[in-house]
T-cell receptor, first 114, second 116 residues
Framework: ETGVTQSPTHLIKTRGQQVTLRCSSQSGHNTVSWYQQALGQGPQFIFQYYREEENGRGNFPPRFSGLQFPNYSSELNVNALELDDSALYLC?????????????FGPGTRLTVL | AQSVAQPEDQVNVAEGNPLTVKCTYSVSGNPYLFWYVQYPNRGLQFLLKYITGDNLVKGSYGFEAEFNKSQTSFHLKKPSALVSDSALYFCAVRPPPPGGGNKLTFGTGTQLKVEL
């Protein structure tokens, strides 16, 4: 059983650019969630995907978007990057959307916006 | 809306002593509660969860947590701390199904420092 993996590990972008972060879910998991963790803060829920559809969204603007693929891997896309988007982005997968199972987190992608 | 409070930014404890990391929550209905640990430059690792049943939940690495509905608390405990337990600990809550998906609301975290 493989764990959750994310790529890239680190990324540096400039303000106004676009970025794509990738996540590979743990084997057997069909639900993926993305979180943003700013420095010194707890993770904040961005959105969740279940069976390739967005299924719940936090308080993030539309320039944060995502995809989930048939193999349950996922992407987070952020357009028009702002300085405040600098954070650790965490992907988490779980087996069933609404059963209360714990989520398994990847190591994260550290995004720096200059 | 659901929320979690971790009132202590940092907890210091000597190795071998018991430790407690505090968490209180607010959520509609019966909560699903979780504790995660984060080591430097790493993602979050699941420690334990409370869904229903016994108020004392046992988890990984010797940690346990006590659910107290009347006080809306879910404090993390360990009888004997190790230096290797030093890390950032997060409490999280989600509303019970159906609805809410897997959206976790996290506290701001408590840095645990265990010293020799």
């Amino acid at each position: 059983e493989t764990g959750v993996t994310q790529s890239p590990t680190h990324l540096i972008k400039t303000r106004g650019q676009q970025v794509t972060l990738r996540c590979s879910s743990q084997s057997g998991h069909n639900t993926v969630s993305w979180y943003q963790q700013a420095l010194g803060q707890g993770p904040q829920f961005i959105f969740q995907y279940y069976r390739e559809e967005e299924n719940g969204r936090g308080n993030f603007p539309p320039r944060f978007s995502g995809l989930q693929f048939p193999n349950y891997s996922s992407e987070l896309n952020v357009n028009a990057l702002e300085l405040d988007d600098s954070a650790l982005y965490l992907c988490a997968s779980s087996s069933i959307r609404d059963r209360g199972d714990e989520q398994f987190f990847g190591p994260g992608t550290r995004l720096t916006v200059l | 809306a659901q929320s979690v409070a971790q009132p202590e930014d940092q907890v210091n404890v000597a190795e071998g002593n018991p430790l407690t990391v505090k968490c209180t929550y607010s959520v509609s209905g019966n909560p699903y509660l979780f504790w995660y640990v984060q080591y430097p430059n790493r993602g979050l690792q699941f420690l334990l969860k409370y869904i229903t049943g016994d108020n004392l939940v046992k988890g990984s690495y010797g940690f346990e947590a006590e659910f107290n509905k009347s006080q809306t608390s879910f404090h993390l405990k360990k009888p004997s701390a190790l230096v290797s337990d030093s890390a950032l600990y997060f409490c999280a809550v989600r509303p019970p199904p159906p609805g809410g998906g897997n959206k976790l609301t996290f506290g701001t975290g408590t840095q645990l420092k265990v010293e020799l």
